[in-house]
T-cell receptor
Framework: GIQVEQSPPDLILQEGANSTLRCNFSDSVNNLQWFHQNPWGQLINLFYIPSGTKQNGRLSATTVATERYSLLYISSSQTTDSGVYFCAVEGTSGSRLTFGEGTQLTVNP | DAGITQSPRHKVTETGTPVTLRCHQTENHRYMYWYRQDPGHGLRLIHYSYGVKDTDKGEVSDGYSVSRSKTEDFLLTLESATSSQTSVYFC????????????FGSGTRLTVV
């Protein structure tokens, strides 16, 4: 099946800093989503982005499908951005979402 | 969470007992999924359904069964719970393939003692 690798596995920032999270995937995809899992365990859908660039406030994402990677940018980070960020992809051959292992982000005040 | 509800939210059960988790949706989406989340493994697919009475296995299906008798309900059953099935279970829904995105429920924390 399709492989998803996220980097870095852990990231510690001071409030106000910017960061870039990366997601590499091993095959063509129909769907790519970025999720934020908050400290209460809820999975919040950030972006549906199989290709192109999207922005939502301080967050933006870019997927280069031909090169099989996606980037999530967080600008002016806040303590509430802390949590785990997951990249998940749906390959072209099967209707299921495969997750990476996530990036644990800690934003300190 | 966009019309998807999991029950119960928390459960503690004893080894060897049967357990059923329920996922209910109000979105009339065709596809429903059960994932488990464990430290160091991210989320892994257990089973999924692509229609009423149509189900298939995911990557970690051993020890689990599912049923979908109505579009809105997808049940996950642990026939005889084991400690290795202690986990957080998430249900998800999507419409169509390729999907326009998956939506997840709030999760069920299951502890098997």
């Amino acid at each position: 099946g399709i492989q998803v690798e996220q980097s870095p596995p852990d990231l510690i920032l001071q409030e106000g800093a910017n960061s870039t999270l990366r997601c590499n995937f091993s095959d063509s995809v129909n769907n790519l989503q970025w999720f934020h899992q908050n400290p209460w365990g809820q999975l919040i859908n950030l972006f549906y982005i199989p290709s192109g660039t999207k922005q939502n406030g301080r967050l933006s994402a870019t997927t280069v499908a031909t090169e099989r990677y996606s980037l999530l940018y967080i600008s002016s980070s806040q303590t509430t951005d802390s949590g785990v960020y997951f990249c998940a992809v749906e390959g072209t051959s099967g209707s299921r979402l495969t997750f990476g292992e996530g990036t644990q982000l800690t934003v300190n005040p | 969470d966009a019309g998807i509800t999991q029950s119960p939210r928390h459960k503690v059960t004893e080894t060897g007992t049967p357990v059923t988790l329920r996922c209910h949706q109000t979105e009339n989406h065709r596809y429903m999924y059960w994932y488990r989340q464990d430290p160091g493994h991210g989320l892994r697919l257990i089973h999924y359904s692509y229609g009423v009475k149509d189900t298939d296995k995911g990557e970690v299906s051993d020890g689990y069964s599912v049923s979908r008798s109505k579009t809105e309900d997808f049940l996950l059953t642990l026939e005889s719970a084991t400690s290795s099935q202690t986990s957080v279970y998430f249900c998800a829904i999507s419409e169509g393939f390729p999907s326009l995105g998956y939506t997840f429920g709030s999760g069920t924390r299951l502890t098997v003692v």
